[in-house]
Structure formats: C-alpha cells, structure tokens
C-alpha cells in the first residue's frame, strides 16, 4: 500500500476537513477524496463521518490515526537527524591506529577538527597494523590509519606522511656518535625494537637481510615510550622512527647512530574499505586528513 494514501489520510485528520487537507497538500479536494476512497477500499473500512462541520474519524480510522501518528513522529525524527548529520551537527567516526600513531600523528587532527566541528564524536581504537586492517573490513572502523606495505585487496590506501627510521642510544654509549658502523657491527650490541607483529620491526629484519644477516631483538617492548626510556637508560641501541624521537636528539637525551646502508624512507597511510561509502562525517574527517589540516 502506497504511503502517500496514509499521509493523505493523516493530514485530513488533522484538519478535520477534506478542504483544508488538499490546501496543505497542494492538491485538490477531489484528489483528496479519491486517496481516502483507495485507503478505504483497501482496509475495507470506513475511516471517515462526514458532518456539516467537516469530517470525524470513524473508531477504525482513530486506531489508524494514533499508530500512524507515532510512525510519521520517527521519519521525522530520522529526517532531522540525517539534516543535522548532512549539516555535520551530528555523527561520528570511528579510526584505528597504533598507539603511536594515535598519539603522535593522529590526534593533532582529531584536535583541530573537532575545534572546527565540535558535534562529532572521535573514536579511536588502537591495534597493529593486521588488527587494523581486520577491523576495517569486519566494520568496526570507519578509518584505519596503518603501515605499508600490506597485502590486503579489500582496502584502499592514500599516503598520509612519510616517516624516517634512525638507530639511537643513551649517553652509556655516547662514543658511537662519532662512528659510522655497518649493520653487522651493531649486532654486537644490544638490540631495542618492538615485537615481531610490528611493521618496525618487520622493517627492520627486512633491512639486516638485504645484507644477508639475522637480528634477533635482545629486548622487545610495545610501545614508543618504553623503547625511547630503554635507549636513554643504556640498555642498547634502538630502532625507532626518527620523528618520534627528535626533542630527545635535540636535547642531548639520545644520540643517533649512524650506519653505512641507507635506511629508506617510509610511510604512514589512510586506508578504507574499497566499495564501501563512508558516512558524511567520516568522509569530512578524511578530507580533513587528507587535505593536511593540522
């Protein structure tokens, strides 16, 4: 049955008249009875009394009425939230990414957009790069923030920042700021870096076996902030993004290594899910990432 026969009876029921329903409509009177005539006919019921007065609402035609009333107060309801959605007064988005990255790369985004929008709520979730891209295929995530490269034909991936990767270590080892070693000679000393699930870490075994070695880490831990404490307190050389560590460089709390083999650059990427429309926030969170609004 066609939703526009019971709008066409609703608003009758409001006015109480035939008349002044088509005038709401903006249609006519006739058109007006015709649609109650069809409703009827279909429900096999009166809904209508006509009076000198206008019209009166049969017991069959009330029950209508009240059902009908609570379902148009929920498409409205829709409607002004999708308007407010559409106006982005409303909604919210939902990223994923590392701590690290939450921490050092995302979250001056998720500042200046909410000062900018200040109704739409950031979620964020934290994993590794496989536990992000899991989570954006399964929808848990509108936005996965992740490490190339990755093997994974269901999302799509747009270069978000280009990040540099550096050995350091504590003042315990200061001397070695004044060497250049190669890979092998820093295997003589111990070796900070994060767990073998990391994209770091896979990095870094890629690195030692383009020179036909194996590093085995003496120490891994789960988080920026432990590895830089380790590298500062001596307990070896640490493979770290050198980003992440400059105020620490600067101030003389770290000191860099060098090594012979170039170390190339990498990169932090925005994924989402190929085929899948993202809601209008999350797509104006995107373009805020994308379009460098830091």
Same mark, same amino acid.
């Given at each position: 049955?066609?939703?526009?026969?019971?709008?066409? /009876?609703?608003?009758?029921? @409001?006015?109480? #008249? /035939?008349?002044?329903?088509?005038?709401?409509?903006?249609?006519? @009177?006739? #058109?007006?009875?015709?649609?109650?005539?069809?409703?009827?006919?279909?429900?096999?019921?009166?809904?209508?009394?006509?009076?000198?007065? +206008?019209?009166?609402?049969?017991?069959?035609?009330?029950?209508? /009425?009240?059902?009908?009333?609570?379902?148009?107060?929920?498409?409205?309801?829709?409607?002004?939230?999708?308007?407010?959605?559409?106006? &982005?007064? #409303?909604?919210?988005?939902?990223?994923?990414?590392?701590?690290?990255?939450?921490?050092?790369? &995302?979250?001056?985004?998720?500042?200046?957009?909410?000062?900018?929008?200040?109704?739409?709520?950031?979620?964020?979730?934290?994993?590794?790069?496989?536990?992000?891209?899991?989570?954006?295929?399964?929808?848990?995530?509108?936005? +996965?923030?992740?490490?190339?490269?990755?093997? @994974?034909?269901?999302?799509?991936?747009?270069?978000?920042?280009?990040?540099?990767?550096?050995?350091?270590?504590?003042?315990?080892?200061?001397?070695?700021?004044?060497?250049?070693?190669?890979?092998?000679?820093?295997?003589?000393?111990?070796?900070?870096?994060?767990?073998?699930?990391?994209?770091?870490?896979?990095?870094?075994?890629? &690195?030692?076996? @383009?020179?036909?070695?194996?590093?085995?880490?003496?120490?891994?831990?789960?988080?920026?902030?432990?590895?830089?404490?380790?590298?500062?307190?001596?307990?070896?050389?640490?493979?770290?993004?050198?980003?992440?560590?400059?105020?620490?460089?600067?101030?003389?709390? &770290?000191?860099?290594?060098?090594?012979?083999?170039?170390?190339?650059?990498?990169?932090?990427?925005?994924?989402?899910?190929?085929?899948?429309?993202?809601?209008?926030?999350?797509?104006?969170?995107?373009?805020?990432?994308?379009?460098?609004?830091?």
């Amino acid at each position: 049955m066609r939703l526009d026969l019971y709008h066409v /009876f609703f608003i009758t029921a @409001q006015e109480k #008249s /035939f008349s002044k329903a088509a005038e709401k409509l903006f249609i006519t @009177q006739p #058109s007006v009875s015709h649609a109650i005539k069809q409703l009827e006919d279909k429900m096999e019921v009166q809904l209508f009394v006509r009076t000198s007065k +206008g019209v009166t609402m049969t017991k069959e035609g009330k029950l209508l /009425f009240e059902d009908l009333q609570q379902a148009f107060s929920i498409i409205h309801h829709v409607e002004r939230k999708i308007s407010e959605m559409k106006n &982005l007064e #409303s909604g919210h988005v939902t990223i994923g990414g590392s701590d690290s990255t939450c921490k050092h790369y &995302l979250l001056p985004y998720v500042q200046t957009f909410q000062d900018i929008y200040p109704n739409i709520q950031i979620r964020l979730q934290h994993g590794s790069t496989p536990q992000i891209l899991d989570k954006l295929i399964n929808g848990l995530i509108d936005i +996965g923030i992740v490490h190339p490269p990755i093997r @994974q034909n269901q999302v799509q991936l747009t270069e978000f920042l280009t990040i540099h990767s550096t050995f350091v270590v504590g003042k315990k080892y200061k001397e070695l700021s004044n060497q250049i070693l190669s890979l092998e000679e820093l295997l003589s000393y111990p070796i900070i870096s994060f767990s073998k699930t990391s994209s770091s870490r896979k990095y870094l075994e890629k &690195l030692f076996e @383009q020179q036909g070695l194996t590093v085995n880490p003496d120490i891994e831990v789960g988080s920026v902030e432990l590895l830089i404490e380790c590298a500062k307190i001596g307990m070896g050389i640490a493979f770290v993004t050198k980003e992440l560590v400059l105020n620490e460089l600067a101030q003389g709390e &770290l000191i860099e290594v060098n090594v012979h083999e170039t170390l190339e650059k990498r990169t932090v990427a925005i994924t989402t899910k190929k085929d899948m429309p993202l809601s209008i926030a999350a797509a104006q969170f995107l373009k805020h990432l994308t379009n460098g609004n830091i």
